[in-house]
């Protein structure tokens, strides 16, 4: 498995309170990536990263920020946590040498629930 | 943008059965092609994935899947299915003319093996 870690790994928390999700990896990969996944919808891409302190949105950016200071870690915000933000929030990593090497790792995924 | 559809969204089998999960993708140039799948608890894992060559394509425990690019499908089979393949498959796909190194994921197929 690729070394990527998640943390908390299961979180719970109010309305319109700030939650930060980290990402961390060992693989020294280029690119890094947020995704939620909601039954019915499978996974949308929140923001990526292809590079340290470069970040751009997905498809589902909205009230989510990101940072990436360092190679190994990625930042998801959640600026003021809304119930619709409850999901399960899952980390992702690829190496892109080459523009075909698209392959995506996970990360074991965080649980959080807003209430 | 991408977009991909997984037209089965529950399939239950008996083992033994044969399985053939549907996928088709919108865009028509050049891609990249993944099927995932999520066992109960677990984060994603790369089944097989296609970049070029052969359109059939073989992965882990036994799954195939083959690339029309005539029908824009990538259609996963399993010949025979056992119980421990109960888990959710998801086909992604990534175009590699635009949008940076992002996946489009379909919604997800779950699937039930039962003995």
């Known amino acids: 498995d690729a070394g990527i870690t998640q943390s908390p790994r299961h979180k719970v928390t109010e309305t319109g309170t700030p939650v930060t999700l980290r990402c961390h990896q060992t693989?020294?990969?280029?690119?890094m990536y947020w995704y939620r996944q909601d039954p019915g919808h499978g996974l949308r891409l929140i923001h990526y990263s292809y590079g340290v302190k470069d970040t751009d949105k997905g498809e589902v950016s909205d009230g989510y920020s990101v940072s990436r200071s360092k190679t190994e870690d990625f930042l998801l915000t959640l600026e003021s946590a809304t119930s619709s933000q409850t999901s399960v929030y899952f980390c992702a990593i690829s190496n892109t040498a080459a523009r075909s090497y698209n392959e995506q790792f996970f990360g074991p995924g965080t649980r959080l629930t807003v209430l | 943008a991408q977009s991909v559809s997984q037209h089965n969204h529950h399939v239950i089998l008996s083992e033994a059965a044969s399985l053939e999960l549907g996928c088709n993708y919108s865009y028509g140039g050049t891609v990249n092609l993944f099927w995932y799948v999520q066992y109960p608890g677990q984060h994603l894992q790369l089944l097989l994935k296609?970049?070029?060559?052969?359109?059939l394509v073989k992965g882990i425990k036994g799954f195939e899947a083959e690339f029309i690019k005539s029908k824009f499908s990538f259609n996963l089979r399993k010949p025979s299915v056992q119980w421990s393949d109960t888990a959710e498959y998801f086909c992604?796909?990534?175009?590699?003319?635009?949008?940076?190194?992002?996946?489009?994921f379909g919604t997800g197929t779950q699937l039930k093996v039962e003995l």
């Open positions: 296609y970049f070029s060559g052969d359109p």
């Open positions: 693989e020294n990969h280029r690119y």
């Open positions: 992604a796909v990534n175009s590699l003319t635009g949008g940076g190194n992002k996946l489009t």
